[in-house]
Structures are given as structure tokens and as C-alpha cells.
Nanobody, 121 residues
Framework: QVQLVESGGGSVQAGGSLRLSCAASGSIFSINYMGWYRQVPGKQRELVAG???????NYADSVKGRFTISRDNANNMVYLQMNSLKPEDTGVYYC???????????????WGQGTQVTVSS
């Protein structure tokens, strides 16, 4: 059993900052990819930022230069620093990770429960 738990969401005015955290726990052999996704009502979940291992992140064009993704591999954590927030950044942010639960088991995608981010103008 693998759990992902997000924290750090909330309400902020435009121009403000928030930092999201996601902790992975449970039966974890290895984690390759970790990422943050955003979903708004009536739309599909979309990638905001992702990171593989200790590499640099990849970002949606709409957040480049404002958001930074980082990982703490030793503690199975991923973070999203969000600066210069805009009303269009509003949504539920989900943490997703590709986890191998055991050495002989294949990797699969796990999701957190989501955390609400609301940016007011």
C-alpha cells in the first residue's frame, strides 16, 4: 500500500506565494517520477510540473519562471514552490508519483487526495 499526502494549499491574493508538499509513504521500493497536476471543474487534470530522480523539472508553459519543483529523494518528498500566483492558477493540485512497491513489482502511478489552491484578484 502506497499513500501520497499533499499539504500547503490555501487561499492567497494574486502575486502571493504558496509552497505545496507531498509525502509518499508505505511500501516503496523506488520512486522514479513525481509531479504536480492541477484540475479545475469541467476540465481534465493537467500537468503543472514534474521531476525525474535528481534531474531538473519540466513545467507547463503557463507556470514557467514562477513555479519550481524539487524533490527530497531520501524522504520521498516532492515540493512545488509557487510564486507570483495568478487567479488562473486556482484549482485542486494533485501529487502523482510512479512508484515501485517492491523489487519484483512493476511501477504504477499513485495519486494523492488533492489540495485546494485559490488565488483571488
Amino acid at each position: 500500500q502506497v499513500q501520497l499526502v499533499e499539504s500547503g494549499g490555501g487561499s492567497v491574493q494574486a502575486g502571493g506565494s504558496l509552497r505545496l508538499s507531498c509525502a509518499a509513504s508505505g511500501s516503496i521500493f523506488s520512486i522514479n517520477y513525481m509531479g504536480w497536476y492541477r484540475q479545475v471543474p469541467g476540465k481534465q487534470r493537467e500537468l503543472v510540473a514534474g521531476i525525474i530522480g535528481g534531474g531538473s523539472g519540466n513545467y507547463a508553459d503557463s507556470v514557467k519562471g514562477r513555479f519550481t519543483i524539487s524533490r527530497d529523494n531520501a524522504n520521498n518528498m516532492v515540493y512545488l514552490q509557487m510564486n507570483s500566483l495568478k487567479p488562473e492558477d486556482t484549482g485542486v493540485y494533485y501529487c502523482g508519483a510512479d512508484v515501485r512497491p517492491g523489487a519484483a513489482r512493476p511501477s504504477r502511478r499513485y495519486w494523492g487526495q488533492g489540495t485546494q489552491v485559490t488565488v483571488s484578484s
